[in-house]
């Protein structure tokens, strides 16, 4: 009782932590206050959220307390730094929620979720990458086991070394509560009505059939259709506060041609000569692995292959000669070789095994080799290798699979130890041997192997296939001499269509990348310094690739400006198809049948079936929300108006309607009423960003 006493005190001290936490955020006195260790100057904010700033330097304490000792690749940083920018929106935008309906999380309704094991947090982290539950934590069933979990937190919390990963997932329990309980309230606050219930049975019952006829506004010429500025700042003022003119956060679109380096046919040939000269000293050599280590890329390239393991023009030869036989250079990928065949053998090409691996404590191999030899007389006597696996096998992993390794090559071993895949593919099916790696001692038995092939030992000589300095200067030079000569907007294009310009839209400050292109953070930065139609002086280095880039256009956060290119031509491309609307509608209207319609304008009647009003498409003709309205006022045998829509004017009569078939009005409200709780769990934290104002800065610090 005093281990739980303990839980429910310290997860009551944490809530009230994060609570006080969560006000004083909410309240600005923390994070946005002079007074506050973290005081906004503008400069420093990394974030804002209506109008409440979080500096850059409490951003990353919050990913170093994330990280802890944790040794972290680049991109593993980067999640986190993710993860806890998306925390920090959520502890505002859902927090201000929170403290306004006044929502608690208790140390005991903590303790309860544990002890139940009912949280998708707790879950996540004690189940493995097979998706099963790891064994020490599950019940009976392979289900989580809450007491399981409860004597883990007792031995995490008695190490004062491993205490804060407790605290970090006590916070993220606390979090996952808290939304969970808003979450509740908003479904419990959902109601279907039987109107609603019998117009969904309506809306999705009700078959509609239907003859229509379309001319596509691509089937008129643009140049018919004259468009003035006036015309285009007309739309722009109707249609301005819809989202698509609504821009959350800047970006900018960049312009911006390659210059690919690739190997010349001077450096081929120079990897060529080079291993040409290598190939006489490579057959006499007799240390072959140390010459390979020497020479090659790759080291230690020294393996069994049967046929078909290399390219189709080279595998036959390489398989027909003898012992010291040397053959290449061939090209292999991206790489030049040469092959070098040093022994025979025959074997498997996979090899089905299990093991039980055992660590070996304080370097005490005999102890374990000795405990080893006699597991192996009990498996050898009472056949029980697999019963034996959870109480002994250290290997997680295949623990669960009762120490399965499934099928796997010898170069794929998942036990990387070349005496570990020489026991599976030379030892017998059902021998039991005893093999110790870097990773322990382990117990292997071969379950199934496939018919044994001659194999070759090969040795292998490799050079990677890449350009010289001599290559790539040359072509940063072209890219220099491009930037140079081309310094404005129309010999910018004029030249780089001649090579292919690329595009990138809606490039955000905060992205560390462009599609495609490695590592350009430099250009996203330089794309946020310049000036709308400026050209990149400076050429970008990407990988194997340099780049001359062009801005094209600024989009600032809020309404976009008519001037901004892109919604410039798009505001053109609408009003081009209401001006075609028009003129086609008014041909459509002389005509008081459709087959008449059909014959006067050169098109043919076409029929769509089986069209329901909740489908949000037509079958056949695809997502037209106008036209779906339409069909579904008409009368049956009714001629319609003109109807024009995104792809263009239609004009339709309605053939036939099936009423839907009798509904159960109550089952209907129950499965509505579930499926719009079904979205609250990820639409309301989404809703509730859209409804703030936030300002991402991380692009001005990173």
Known sequence: MAMIQEIRNRSTLLMVVIGVGMLLFIGGDFFSSSKGPFSSNGETDVLIVDGKAVSNK?????????IGNNPVGQSQREQISNAVWNLLISEFVLGQEYSELGLNVTGDELFDVISSGSSRILEQQFTGRDGRVDPNFADQFGRLDGTKVLAAVKQTMSNPETEDQWLKLEESLLNERFQTKYNTLIKKGIAVTTAEAEAGIKDQGTQVSFSYVLKKYDEVDDNSVEVSDADLQAYYNKHKHESEYIQKQASRGIEYVVFQVSPSVEDIAAIQNELIELKPYFSEESDDTSFVNENAETAYNVSYYSEGSFPDNVDSIIFAGDTGFVFGPYLSENTYQLAKIIGTKTSPDSANARHIMLQIADGDTATTMALADSLVKVINSQDNFEALVPDFSKDLQTAPEGGNLDWFTELNCPVPDKKFADACFTGAVGQIQIIQSAFGVHIVEVIEQTIPKDKKLIAIVDRALEPSKMTKDNVYNEASEFSIANGDVASFRTAGNKKGIRVADNV?????????LESSRALIQWAYKMEVGDISEQVFEFGDMFVVAHLKEIRDAG???LNVESVKQGVKLQVINEKKAETIAADMSKYSDI????????????????TTFSSYSVPGIGTETVLLGAIFNLQQGQLSKPISDRNGVYLIVVNSIAPPAQGNAAVVKQQMTYSAAAQVDYTVTNALQNSCEITDNRGKFF
């Open 58 to 66: 409490e951003y990353q304490l919050r990913i170093d307390k994330q």
């Open 508 to 516: 955000l400050e905060s992205d560390k990348d462009i599609a495609s």
């Open 559 to 561: 309404t976009l400006d």
């Open 595 to 610: 087959n008449g319609a059909a014959l006067g304008m050169g098109k043919i009647v076409e029929t769509a079936s089986n």
